[in-house]
């Protein structure tokens, strides 16, 4: 198993950034590919992006390409969104995922997650 841990949420305005961490532990980081995924009050999860293990292919959402980029650095198991020019519709709680593929459904490992608010 691979255990994860997100970190970097708060809030912000709107038109802000913040960049989103996630740290794992547990087996070679390197071989899974990571994703990002949020789910809003009332909403069911959504996802967001994901990124294959070298780093070289991604998979955006349509809501968020152009504002958000997901990246990793596997000497320090870590991957990380940096989102900018933040949007209200963006506040919910965002996940953290391994897995196996660039596909939403690709992801069967996932993090306690971490609060994004964003402000009108």
Same mark, same amino acid.
């Given at each position: 198993q691979v255990q994860l841990v997100?970190?970097?949420?708060?809030? !912000?305005? =709107?038109?802000?950034s913040l960049r989103?961490?996630?740290?794992a532990s547990g087996r070679t980081f390197?071989? $899974?590919?990571?994703?990002?995924?949020?789910? &809003?009050?009332g909403k069911e999860r959504e996802? !967001? #992006?994901?990124?294959?293990?070298?780093?070289?292919s991604t998979n955006y959402a349509n809501s968020v390409k152009g504002r958000f980029t997901i990246s990793r650095d596997? &000497?320090?198991n870590t991957v990380y969104l940096q989102m900018n020019n933040l949007k209200p519709e963006d506040t919910a709680v965002y996940y953290c995922? #391994?897995? $196996?593929?660039? =596909?939403?459904?690709? $992801?069967?490992y996932w993090g306690q997650g971490t609060q994004v608010t964003v402000s009108s």
């Open positions: 997100e970190s970097g949420g708060g809030l !912000v305005q =709107a038109g802000g989103l961490s996630c740290a390197s071989n $899974y590919y990571m994703g990002w995924f949020r789910q &809003a009050p996802f !967001v #992006a994901a990124i294959s293990w070298t780093g070289l596997n &000497a320090k995922a #391994a897995g $196996y593929g660039l =596909a939403p459904h690709d $992801y069967n």
